[in-house]
């Protein structure tokens, strides 16, 4: 015990030093990026105009993210010991909200939006009969990948999703569809379970390429919008495998799943593949921000636990049908708190939802905008008719003129030169004529098949506005080199302090290393001088000790008469080896009987050896044996 406590010491004397490292690095990096960002924005407000209203634009953005944000800590607060909203379903005339960590008799229920209260029409458990039938989407990968995840993969999928179905809340409808590239349908939203179990076992796990994040957010988004008011939620089977390599990514999906008037519960259920890990950790990371259960195969010798475990989740929910009333259809957000109180004690939830707009606003918003579009069309056109008509009376008064002094120098004998010149320019207004008269049909027909092309803006703009356009790439060329040299200099300057906090870092960690190794060694070396060889002719009369040959200070005592189970998961198991992943979840099981001590193997498979031969059904312990579990090698020893 003594040695484990310097242990601790030595451990806990690392940790604060990381813990001292890591805020001075921090503080540096701070210190380091504050002024570039400072003179950048000065510059950029001093450079243009337009920059500086981009920087106003992304500050009102990150306010509006803290504010968000804030509103989200104080839902956490202010809600019960474990409510939250968890679904909105919202029409023009109602909304139902699901919450889900309330379960037992409703009581005390209010809605307030400001200081006025909002009746609620109808509340419920979810399940319960006559409240709205949930609806569950199974989403399968059917890789090979999954199926050989354990000998019998698809029988253990199948346990698990048959005994979910079995279990089905009142009116529940399932939707069944495996995805590889693309999404199969399998068997569309029913409660038929007959039909249902059937089509699981029909499905054939095969090697294919998986788009999962594509097919996950394509489903997503079909949910949230399929205009249904049911409390929705998706059960995904899948070893995280991704072989898509453009799409949509992790952080889409979260910003999907994280709408303020929409948070759709994912259950992920996975099977262990090694080389999809990194994958599935984000696939767990989604189903942690919608404070849903996740569950990874491996962990559980009953896979039915699985679906039991998803069913009690379903059952602690409650809905609130709340009619909209009229003046609030303004299609702007609006705050709301709910107070309701079960058996458990009394929940406030703060929840802000964008509302409807009315229909008779939109009628009259889209009303108002074509009548503004007609009318900037009549004004354009009688501006251009206007305009056509003061240059055709123009062009005509000048034909007249050009006319009669032609007239008249016929009759004077005018000179040819002359005469020539002024049929010219005759010839030359009338051409202007059937061109104008040629512009104006071609543009008829071209608005009759309502495809008339537009003249190019850029030319326009290039041209009236080409000195505009040169200074501002000179400015932003400048602006661009100057946020350059800034970059650069505040990388040098980060990775000189990183560089020097290190070698701090080192000195100080490198100090008390020593120290402690000193320590413990002086107090190992004094120990193991007291210890006496192990005495193996000594009769079993009290009960066995394991310890490790390597450290045996490390001992784990076991009485006569007591059971105790050898394993890696610490909820399971008397004695725990979480760090050995070769060793099983319950490995190994340590019993006496008629004044002799056994071990049996709890496992399939060959991870439990006594004296390097595997262990299969139950085996008498010696004194001396050694037992291989996993990485893991004890020594028994009786007393």
């Known amino acids: 015990m003594s040695n484990i406590r310097e242990i601790y010491r030595s451990d806990r004397g690392k940790a604060s030093c990381f813990i001292e490292v890591a805020a001075v690095i921090v503080l ?30 992304a500050e009102g953005d990150d306010d509006a993210f803290k504010d968000l944000e804030a509103s989200r800590a104080v839902n956490e607060k202010t809600a019960g010991p474990s409510a939250d909203v968890s679904e909105v379903a919202m029409s023009q005339e109602e909304m139902i909200w699901y919450v ?21 029409s ?8 006559g409240g709205p039938a949930p609806k569950t989407l199974i989403l399968i990968d059917n890789s090979n990948s999954v199926a050989h995840a354990f000998p019998d993969g698809p029988d253990r999928i199948n346990a698990i999703l048959t005994r979910l179905i079995w279990n089905h809340q009142i009116g529940e409808r399932f939707a069944i569809k495996t995805f590889n590239e693309q999404t199969q349908t399998v068997l569309d939203y029913t409660d038929n379970y007959d039909e249902l179990r059937l089509k699981l076992e029909n499905i054939i796990y095969q090697d294919q390429d998986t788009y999962l994040r594509n097919v996950l957010f394509e489903q997503i988004h079909a949910l949230m919008n399929d205009g249904e008011d049911a409390y929705k939620r998706i059960v995904l089977v899948s070893d995280g495998t991704d072989d898509s390599r453009l799409g949509v990514t992790y952080e889409e999906l979260t910003d999907l799943i994280n709408r303020e008037d929409f948070f759709l519960p994912i259950y992920t259920v996975a099977p262990d593949y090694l080389p999809a890990e990194s994958e599935l950790d984000k696939l767990f990371a989604l189903s942690r921000r919608t404070d849903t259960p996740y569950y990874f195969l491996p962990s559980y010798d009953v896979p039915t636990d699985v679906a039991d475990g998803i069913v009690a989740d379903g059952h602690r929910i409650a809905y609130f049908r709340i009619p909209i009333p009229v003046e609030y259809r303004t299609g702007e957000f609006r705050g709301f708190t709910l107070s309701v109180t079960d058996p458990d004690g009394t929940y406030t939830l703060n929840h802000t939802l964008m509302m409807p707009p009315s229909r008779e606003n939109e009628i009259a918003q889209v009303q108002s905008e074509k009548a503004r ?3 900037e069309e009549k004004e354009a056109a009688r501006a251009y008719s206007q305009s056509e008509t003061e240059a055709e009376r123009a062009r005509q008064e000048e034909m007249a003129q050009l006319t009669s002094r032609v007239d008249e120098l016929e009759k004077n004998g005018g000179a040819a030169q002359t005469l020539s010149d002024l049929e010219e320019r005759i010839k030359a207004l009338e051409n202007q004529n059937v061109v104008r008269e040629s512009e104006e049909e071609r543009q008829k027909e071209e608005a009759a098949l309502g495809g008339a092309d537009a003249a190019d803006p850029n030319e326009t703009e290039t041209e009236v506005y080409g000195v505009r356009s040169d200074l501002m790439e000179e400015m932003l060329v400048e602006n661009r080199d100057y946020f350059f040299v800034r970059s650069i200099r505040s990388v040098i300057w980060v990775v000189m302090g990183i560089i020097l906090l290190m070698l701090i870092g080192y000195v100080i960690y490198g100090d008390r290393t020593r120290k402690n190794r000193r320590e413990f060694e002086e107090l190992s070396d004094s120990e193991q001088s007291q210890e006496l060889p ?26 006569i008469g007591q059971d105790q189970v050898i394993g890696r998961l610490r909820t399971r198991c008397d004695i725990a080896f979480p760090l050995d992943h070769f060793m099983a979840g319950r490995q190994a099981r340590i019993f006496f009987r008629d004044g002799k001590v056994f071990v049996e193997n709890l496992d399939s498979g060959d991870t439990l050896k006594l004296d390097d031969v595997p262990v299969q059904g139950t085996r008498e312990l010696a004194n001396g044996a050694r037992l291989t579990l996993g990485m893991t090698k004890l020594t028994v020893q009786y007393e």
């Open 373 to 375: 579009l007609a009318q």
């Open 122 to 129: 109808e509340a419920g458990l979810l399940g319960e009969e």
């Open 28 to 57: 540096v990096l701070a210190l380091a990026f504050l002024p570039a960002g400072v003179l950048h924005g000065e510059e950029l407000i001093s450079a243009d105009g337009l920059i500086e209203s981009d920087t106003a634009q």
């Open 100 to 120: 889900r960590g309330i379960s037992g008799k409703l009581e005390n229920i209010r809605l307030y939006s400001g200081m006025e209260q909002i009746p609620v």
């Open 534 to 559: 192990p005495d193996l002719t000594k009769p079993l009369t009290k009960g066995v000790i394991l310890y490790d040959p390597v450290q045996p200070q490390i001992r784990y005592s076991i009485g």
